[in-house]
């Protein structure tokens, strides 16, 4: 069993900044990636970021591309996601997810189904 203790969300203006962070704990022997996906109301939850645990290769959707960073902490078990110019369009709750399956291609990395262990979620809101 894995448990993901996510924090970091909150409300800021557009064009300002977050980092969120997520840390596991428990059986994080063989994490295989770790990653972030979004949900905003009446949508399904999309993909956000993702770095894969052994080679430290990050993974992007389109839309955060150049805005937002993923980085980790291999010492600590924590996944860190700098989300800088945030838009309005960025308004989700956050969701830290965790694959403990090997090494992981780019395909599973960026599908909700790629991730067995979920944190309780975050929520983002960026408004003038």
């Known amino acids: 069993q894995v448990d993901l203790v996510e924090s970091g969300g909150g409300l800021v203006q557009p064009g300002n900044s977050l980092r969120l962070s997520c840390t596991a704990s428990g059986r994080t022997f063989s994490i295989g990636a770790m990653g972030w996906f979004r949900q905003a109301p009446g949508k399904e939850r999309e993909f956000v970021a993702a770095?894969?645990?052994?080679?430290?290769?990050?993974f992007y959707t389109e839309s955060t591309k150049g805005r937002f960073t993923i980085s980790r902490d291999r010492a600590k078990n924590t996944v860190y996601l700098q989300m800088n110019s945030l838009r309005p369009e960025d308004t989700a709750v956050y969701y830290c997810?965790?694959?403990?399956?090997?090494?992981?291609?780019?395909?599973?990395?960026?599908?909700?189904?790629?991730?067995?262990?979920w944190g309780q979620g975050t929520q983002v809101a960026v408004s003038s």
């Open positions: 770095v894969r645990w052994g080679d430290n290769n990050s």
């Open positions: 997810a965790l694959n403990s399956r090997g090494r992981p291609i780019m395909t599973t990395i960026k599908s909700p189904q790629g991730y067995e262990y």
